[in-house]
């Protein structure tokens, strides 16, 4: 069983940034993949990024790619979602997630199992 816990996110002003962090614990073994989904009141879950689990491989959503950095350290059990230039679009509840396969720039928000409990992330513009 593979537990997440998201830190980090708060309000910041349009063109600030902001670092989350996604911690896990448990068993990871069967899971390939460590993403990021956001919703937005009112709208559709929506993927932002992911990283494998190696670390090798990151896909980004294209509303983000270029202002968003994912990373992980494995020392840590931790993957960070750095986000840069923040835009009040960018407002909503951010989660990570675990999935058991790398869908490379195919992922969806569908495509993860298991879920932290999310975290705020308000852009006032």
């Known amino acids: 069983q593979v537990q997440l816990v998201e830190s980090g996110g708060g309000s910041v002003q349009a063109g600030d940034s902001l670092r989350l962090s996604c911690t896990h614990s448990g068993r990871t073994e069967g899971f390939s993949a460590l993403g990021w989904i956001r919703q937005a009141p009112g709208k559709e879950r929506e993927f932002v990024a992911a990283i494998h689990l190696s670390g090798t491989w990151t896909t980004y959503a294209d509303s983000v790619k270029g202002r968003f950095t994912l990373s992980r350290d494995n020392t840590k059990n931790t993957a960070y979602l750095q986000m840069n230039n923040l835009k009040s679009e960018d407002t909503a509840v951010y989660t990570c997630?675990?999935?058991?396969?790398?869908?490379?720039?195919?992922?969806?928000?569908?495509?993860?199992?298991?879920w932290g409990q999310g975290i705020q992330v308000t852009v006032s513009s």
């Open positions: 997630a675990v999935s058991r396969v790398w869908y490379g720039v195919s992922f969806s928000a569908g495509d993860f199992g298991t």
